[in-house]
């Protein structure tokens, strides 16, 4: 081309065409950039878990995803119909797993290994799949702002999404492989369908005659696009079963807006169209997943096609009952009237002829968004009340929203309120105009004045928050059902005020509600631009005041500036030492200043979490313990594959030698798939409360009971599983998710009424003036007084004792007054004084306590207020040697003991024990006792940590006592995995030692003797019992030659006098209650 061509052509380019060309594109990089910046927000922190080769994943249901996927990727297009490795010894069907999320993730791994992926390729897949569905988000969110508030509006709502900083954000980062983060997507993507169909539907005003006349070229985009919006309800719902709330909202918009099309004069035919079209669509795609029999919610039942069916039918019924009014020629409000009349008849007729169904209908209603989830469902810390965080803040609900949203929720709140009141306050009528004002005043009431709603609930028996969520439906239902609306823009204020209470109810949803929020901010703006007569096109723009400009300006600031400014403080690398400082900050209750995080800070420092130490454990186990089927000797080693196929059952038959292994549901997912063990319990809370029974009996024989309702004699629980966790009770320095000990307590239905106050009181560390509280702060040192139902808890004796006895100590904790918190009673100790008093005696203790109704024995750290007896049937065999519980609870908080060795996690074998029987002088008491070392760990020094196992027994009459003793001191290279058994990692140091004072009180005068335990003994009921006879002059006469030493002589009270869990004075003097820092750096040596 030459150069004057080229000159000529560039010169017939004019400024207007540039303009031109970057008005009808500008939204495509715009839009591009906010997707680039939201996937790389997400992906900030994704070699954070890649560790020591190891590919890992954030919370515990990415690792059931990752089970599923693997098992899809060797079965492909298929997932699991049953799975026996969980929920033992059952079985389960997991129906919210395995499904079409499952299944894209399996074909994405599939086409990058090229047809064979490996486990860390699939790992890999999950790794990084959120952050691409939450960055594909802004796809369909911008088209849903488009459609309601133009380009403009639709790219103003992508970039606050892009910007916000919470639960969206949070369940779509690298690692969180959950469907939580596809979820929103597909949801968002049914929705845009559904609003195009109705678009079209008020544009092409079909009615049902065309059907009938076969009138294809007229119905053709109107069913086309319905059958679309049924579709992509149906593939939200297989990506996961429970949303089949979106139908229920896709109803609840259909009966207010036919409602409202007849009221105001609309035939209701129109919408109705795209309603039956759309949900017979979605019914029966919802028929090809079926996998259960009934109407549950979690899996693929009935419930998904048959309520698709219901709405579509209710479409055609509303249409033909206004033509039934019409033709009768009877008012509007009679219509209203009959459709509420046979609305409740519905249900009432439900709630009759199938009570278990309303019942369960019912109870997911309130517990998804009904503001009362139940306290079993508070214990997922996804599925807790939003406003729980109010405690954790120290703030208000403005505080909590503000943290989440920004100012974005509230601008939200007034964009619905425009469209909802618009129609009514441009009407012209005064009746409506008063009649909508007196409406937003009884919403107004609700929000502010929380009494009234729980006022008029006491009268009709219901809480208060729920009231105040009936009213306030009720008066929207009111308002929407008189007003004349396009049908995309009530569906988003529905839509929107639907997953606005399921936020609040859980807090998870609230990764549904920013695309409503920000969609209405959207029409803020589009609003905005209105008034100040700029929604027009540039070129038709002219005279533009600086008013005009200010107002859209001022308007989009209040906005941005909340989650804009933290990311661009972080981007200009504002920061202390600390960390970035946003500038956005809230001040809480304690005068704390609370800041609002951007979004790249939340995305940053994004790690594994707890499941790296369980895999350490995990990694353990499945080294050091027999494989399933051969538990015991058994042969039945290939009789479950972990990636096979089973068929569905409602109690899977495990093949003897199968073995479980008990722990608290959270960490189920984890032992499944790092560990290969069968876990009892598992985040689907199935085995929550049998566990939790067993985890919080007082006694080893209540904690048997429990075991043996659950198992069957070929197929028993063998290994429990402790970490600090659990046994932590809730400290006010620990972040969310460190303490665990509070939640067995909700799901406990053993023969004890327990609640949290049966184990543990606050404490607080107050000033004091003049016997008053000047200032009151949480009790670092010993945040909480424990009680004798914490010590005696399995779980506790297990993970601080490792089952050995624990004799309380001559420690007093001294409190100054008990005062009424909101909680219950709470200790408030001196500041100013220490708190807690060493005795000589057991005796004294007592007496002083016994005068002193602000005092109790123990009670801080590991000592208990009364002794708490050995265990005999569960020994420690193995640790998470690489990671330790937390030093601020270790070294310094005093909540774990040193003596104890406060690995991460504790695995325990539950075995039969080896019988003692022996002699000693008559009606005293013997104590057996033996030091172990964990092996696993080595010190510098090339030395294990070690701890003494205590059994305590009493002599009869005649000078005989037995026992069972579950740590063997012998023979641990005979027995291992190879032949059924455990290869022990904590091994003793030499044989037990037994010992038994002389009645008389003289010290000197000890009966001893020594013996060993064969592994042979502990594990097999039949073996040969240990003989012991304790020698009354100190010889020997048992299995080995006795040993002399100092031998403690229990004092008057049965009890030691040399206590061994505190660093403390031995006078009548106030001490402290911390124990002594380990000297030795634990290392992990290999094996």
């Not at 026996?84 to 797993?97: D, I, K, M, S």
């Not at 065999?877 to 504790?906: I, M, R």
């Not at 004075?1065 to 992990?1084: C, I, Q």
Request: proline share 5%; with cysteine.
């Amino acid at each position: 081309m030459s150069e004057k061509t080229e000159a000529s052509r560039l010169s017939s380019v004019s400024v207007d065409d540039v303009l031109d060309a970057l008005e009808d594109w500008y939204h495509v990089p715009a839009l591009g950039a906010v997707l680039a910046f939201m996937f790389w927000v997400r992906v900030q922190s994704w070699d954070n878990f890649l560790q020591n080769g190891e590919v890992y994943l954030s919370g515990n249901d990415a690792y059931y995803h990752l089970r599923q996927v693997t098992y899809t990727v060797h079965h492909f297009p298929e997932t699991m119909p049953f799975d026996p490795w969980t929920n033992f010894p059952h079985g389960t069907l997991a129906g919210q797993f395995g499904t079409l999320f499952d299944q894209i993730l399996a074909a994405v791994a599939l086409v990058v290994g090229m047809g064979s992926p490996s486990e860390h390729t699939i790992a890999m897949t999950l790794l990084l799949a959120p952050p691409v569905f939450g960055a594909l988000l802004v796809v369909p969110t911008y088209v849903m702002g488009r459609r309601i508030a133009g380009r403009l509006g639709g790219l103003f709502g992508a970039v606050i999404l892009g910007l916000l900083p919470g639960y969206f954000l949070q369940r779509t980062l690298a690692g969180a492989a959950d469907h939580n983060g596809a979820e929103p997507l597909f949801m968002t993507l049914a929705v845009v369908g559904l609003m195009v169909a109705l678009s079209v539907a008020e544009r092409e005003k079909p009615v049902f005659e065309q059907f009938r006349a076969w009138d294809a070229t007229g119905l053709r985009d109107v069913v086309g696009w319905s059958v679309l919006a049924g579709v992509a309800t149906a593939v939200y719902m297989w990506v996961w079963p429970p949303g089949v709330l979106l139908v229920g909202i896709f109803g609840a918009f259909f009966l207010v807006k036919l409602v409202g099309d007849y009221v105001t004069g609309t035939s209701p035919d129109h919408v109705a169209v795209v309603g039956a079209v759309s949900m017979t669509t979605t019914a029966l795609l919802m028929f090809a997943p079926l996998g259960e029999s009934g109407f549950g919610v979690s899996g693929f039942s009935f419930l998904q096609p048959v309520f698709a069916l219901g709405v579509a039918v209710g479409c055609v019924v509303l249409a033909w009952l206004a033509r039934v009014f019409d033709e009768r020629s009877l008012s509007p409000a009679a219509y209203v009237t009959t459709v509420a009349g046979t609305l409740v008849v519905v249900v009432g007729a439900l709630a009759l002829v199938a009570p278990g169904f309303w019942s369960s209908l019912q109870s997911n209603l309130l517990n998804y968004i009904g503001l009362s989830s139940t306290a079993d469902t508070r214990t997922i810390g996804e599925a807790q009340p939003f406003l729980f965080r109010t405690g954790r803040y120290g703030l208000g609900m403005f505080g909590v929203v503000f943290l989440e949203y920004g100012t974005a929720f509230f601008s939200a709140l007034v964009g619905a309120g425009a469209i909802l009141l618009k129609p009514h306050l441009t009407s012209g009528s005064v009746r409506r105009i008063v009649g909508v004002a007196g409406a937003t005043a009884v919403l107004a009431i609700v929000a502010v004045s929380p009494a009234v709603p729980a006022a008029i609930g006491g009268v009709v028996g219901l809480a208060g928050q729920l009231t105040a969520l009936l009213i306030a439906a009720v008066v929207l239902a009111a308002i929407a059902a008189t007003g004349q609306y396009d049908a995309d823009k009530l569906l988003l204020v529905v839509w929107g005020a639907f997953v606005t209470s399921a936020a609040f109810t859980q807090v998870r949803f609230n990764y549904y509600l920013v695309v409503p929020v920000v969609v209405l901010n959207a029409y803020v703006l589009r609003a905005v631009l209105a008034a100040v007569d700029l929604d027009r096109p540039v070129a038709a723009i002219e005279g533009v005041s600086w008013y005009q400009v200010g107002t859209v300006a001022i308007v989009a600031l209040i906005v941005l500036v909340p989650v804009a400014a933290p990311a661009v403080a972080e981007a200009t690398n504002n920061d202390s030492a600390s960390g970035p400082v946003s500038p956005i900050k809230l001040s809480n209750n304690q005068n704390q200043p609370v800041p609002l995080q951007s979004a790249i800070t939340a995305g940053q420092g994004q790690g594994p979490g707890g499941v790296v130490a369980w895999d350490d454990a995990m990694d353990w186990y499945q080294s050091h313990t027999p494989k399933q089927g051969t538990y015991g000797g058994a042969d039945n080693a290939d009789a479950i594959d972990y990636n096979g196929t089973y068929s569905q059952t409602e109690d899977f038959d495990y093949p003897a030698g199968s073995f479980g292994v008990l722990s608290w549901w959270d960490y189920g997912h984890w032992m499944t798939v790092q560990g290969h063990a069968i876990p009892h319990a598992n985040p689907f809370q199935q085995g929550a409360t049998s566990a939790a029974n067993f985890l919080l009996a007082d006694d080893e024989q209540q904690s048997e009971s429990v075991l043996a309702d659950i198992e069957e004699d070929d197929a028993k629980n063998r290994y429990v599983a402790v970490d600090w966790k659990m046994v932590m009770p809730p400290l006010p320095y620990l972040s969310s998710g460190q303490s665990k000990f509070s939640a067995p307590v909700v799901f406990y239905d053993g023969p004890r009424d327990l609640s949290r106050g049966d184990f543990y009181q606050q404490a607080y560390n107050a000033d004091w003036e003049e016997n008053r509280i000047s200032n009151a702060r949480f009790f670092r040192q010993s945040p909480l007084l424990k009680k004798q139902a914490y010590y005696e808890s399995m779980m506790v004796r297990l993970y601080r004792y490792h089952g050995s006895a624990k004799q309380a100590e001559p420690v007093v904790a001294d409190w100054r007054r008990s005062v009424n918190t909101g909680q219950g009673t709470a200790a408030a100790f001196d500041a100013a004084t220490n708190n807690t008093k060493q005795f000589d005696s057991m005796a004294d203790a007592r007496a002083y306590v016994r005068n002193d109704s602000t005092a109790q024995i123990g009670g801080t750290g590991s000592l208990p207020e009364a002794d708490v007896a050995a265990l005999e049937h569960y020994r420690l065999v193995g640790v998470s040697a690489n990671h330790t519980a937390p030093a601020n609870l270790w070294y310094l908080g005093g909540e774990l003991s040193t003596e104890y060795y406060p690995t991460s996690v504790k695995l325990f074998e539950r075995v039969d024990g080896a019988a003692v029987t022996g002699t000693g002088p008559a009606n005293t008491t013997v104590k057996a006792s033996v030091e172990l070392n964990i092996t696993q760990m080595e010190s510098n020094e090339g030395t294990h940590p070690s701890f003494t196992y205590t059994q305590y027994a009493d002599t009869d009459a005649d000078g005989e006592f037995t026992m069972r003793l579950p740590y063997s001191t012998t023979g641990y290279d005979e027995l291992g995995p190879a032949n059924g058994h455990t290869n022990v990692s904590v091994r003793a140091t030499g044989p037990y030692t037994f010992t038994a004072g002389d009645q008389a009180g003289n010290a000197s005068a000890v009966a001893a003797d020594t013996a060993s335990v064969s592994e042979s003994q502990v594990v097999s009921d039949g073996a040969t019992p240990v003989t012991v006879s304790l020698d009354p002059t100190g010889g020997a006469a048992g299995n080995e030659t006795a040993t002399n030493g100092s031998v403690a002589t229990p004092t008057a009270d049965g009890e030691s006098a040399d206590g061994d869990g505190m660093d403390a004075d031995t006078t009548n003097s106030t001490a402290g209650a911390l124990p002594a820092r380990v000297g030795a750096e634990l290392t992990h040596r290999g094996h």
